[in-house]
């Protein structure tokens, strides 16, 4: 993935705009204060927050248990966190 940005040169004239990949992003976002890092944490997740349809809390926590039960009866087994990750991963 590749991000534009665009930057005013000292001069204050001139604009150039370079591409950033995700990488490079999240390099100089690590970089960043704590403060900053936490303040862009919270903005992202409030943006993911609003994009994300309205859902029935009664009926995701009813899903929850649902799901809680077939694992503690056996009836599903679950899979490692790290399993998880590294197919979350792969998909991407």
Do not use: F
Not at 44 to 56: E, G, N
Request: negative net charge; contains cysteine.
């Amino acid at each position: 993935m590749k991000i534009a940005r665009a930057r005013l040169t000292r001069e204050g004239s001139i604009w150039y705009v370079s591409v950033m990949s995700k990488e490079q992003l999240t390099t100089e976002a690590m970089a960043l204060p704590l403060a900053e890092r936490i303040s862009l944490a919270q903005a992202l997740w409030q943006s993911i927050d609003t994009d994300l349809p309205d859902c029935d809390e009664r009926a995701a926590v009813q899903e929850a248990i649902r799901r809680d039960n077939e694992l503690s009866t056996g009836a599903v087994s679950g899979r490692l966190h790290e399993d998880v990750i590294k197919a979350a991963r792969r998909s991407l």
